[in-house]
């Protein structure tokens, strides 16, 4: 089945040490977003890529970037982690930019603990 | 700016019974898809019902159907025979028909289902 596919489930990560967060996707969208949520809030758009082209929201801070290396695969850095990072990161795709009928289809997430 | 809100943080339905989520959005639009999404505790979002705003008739899938009322702007989700799966995470979600414009997403309901 095509999917959005999230890397790890679950990672844990030391207070000021870099992590890198994986999304791969087989649906072959142009768009894919990354989302952070934290407890029972709505998910907040960090950035988002439309093939190539990367797109940040005015107020994601410098410490969070993002990677798409090819179609498939999207990578979400945090260069120093605080304790405010903690939380699910969501990662999303869409077939184009309109976001359209379909919506965005969503990964399983990624729960990041910060110690 | 488009917003979207959900004025109630969690409702309680018994098991079998009927229960009806309030969404209200604010746009300037007249062309725009509405969504609402589910988040179980595994936390994968999962699309449920889409409502396109230039469809007068309401979507339905099997037991969740929506009241989509565009001159009041509002978008209400009912769950039909509610069952114990359907205990998560609800979001309304709004996304205007145009480039470059990204899903705006209410602060979402908690549904907690009794047996």
């Known amino acids: 089945d095509a999917m959005v596919i999230q890397n790890p489930r679950y990672q844990v990560t030391q207070f000021g040490k870099p992590v890198t967060l994986s999304c791969s996707q087989t649906?072959?969208?142009?768009?894919m977003y990354w989302y952070q949520q934290k407890s029972s809030q709505a998910p907040k758009l960090l950035f988002h890529?439309?093939?190539?082209?990367?797109?940040n929201e005015a107020d994601t801070p410098d410490n969070f970037q993002s990677r798409r290396p090819n179609t498939s695969f999207c990578f979400l850095d945090i260069r120093s982690p605080g304790l405010g990072d903690a939380a699910m990161y969501l990662c999303?795709?869409?077939?184009?930019?309109?976001?359209?009928?379909?919506?965005?289809?969503f990964g399983s997430g990624t729960r990041l603990t910060v110690v | 700016a488009q917003t979207v809100t959900q004025s109630q943080p969690e409702m309680s339905v018994q098991e079998a019974e009927t229960v009806t989520l309030s969404c209200t959005y604010d746009?300037?639009?007249?062309?725009?898809?509405l969504f609402w999404y589910k988040q179980p505790p595994s936390r994968q979002m999962i699309l449920v019902i889409r409502?396109?705003?230039?469809?007068?008739q309401n979507a339905t899938e099997n037991r969740f159907s929506v009241n989509f009322q565009k001159a009041a702007k509002s978008f209400s989700l009912k769950i039909s025979d509610s069952q114990l799966g359907d205990a998560a995470m609800y979001f309304c979600?709004?996304?205007?028909?145009?480039?470059?414009?990204?899903?705006?997403f209410g602060g979402g309901t908690r549904l907690m289902v009794k047996p």
């Open positions: 999303a795709t869409s077939r184009d930019a309109a976001g359209g009928m379909n919506g965005y289809t």
């Open positions: 649906l072959n969208h142009n768009v």
């Open positions: 890529y439309y093939d190539k082209d990367f797109n």
């Open positions: 746009t300037s639009e007249s062309d725009y898809y």
């Open positions: 409502q396109e705003a230039y469809k007068q």
């Open positions: 979600a709004y996304i205007p028909n145009t480039l470059g414009n990204m899903l705006t």
